[in-house]
């Protein structure tokens, strides 16, 4: 490595390298914990959401089908 180099970059076994290690590392793993939180967090929204939208299915399933009566006023069926 050229000389004016060494100063920029320390060198492989000094403390400064071991901080640098210890740093990334530590970012990392914030990094990692904030990803799965946030993932849980959308797991969460996600399975309330399913189920929000499961029981408005099931209500709408047992509603009267309003447009299918206007549709039957609009076009009649041909009976055979």
């Known amino acids: 490595m050229p000389p004016e180099l060494?100063?920029?970059f320390p060198e492989a076994n000094s403390?400064?390298?071991?901080?640098f290690?210890?740093?990334q590392t530590t970012q990392e793993f914030y990094q990692e914990v904030k990803y799965r939180e946030d993932f849980q967090n959308y797991c969460q929204w996600y399975y309330e959401m399913a189920e929000k939208h499961q029981k408005e299915l099931q209500k709408m399933q047992s509603d009267i089908n309003i447009f299918g009566f206007f549709l039957q006023l609009i076009h009649p069926k041909v009976k055979k």
Do not use: V
Request: aromatic residues 10%; charged residues 20%.
């Open 6 to 8: 060494r100063s920029i």
């Open 15 to 19: 403390p400064a390298t071991e901080i």
């Open 21 to 23: 290690q210890i740093y």
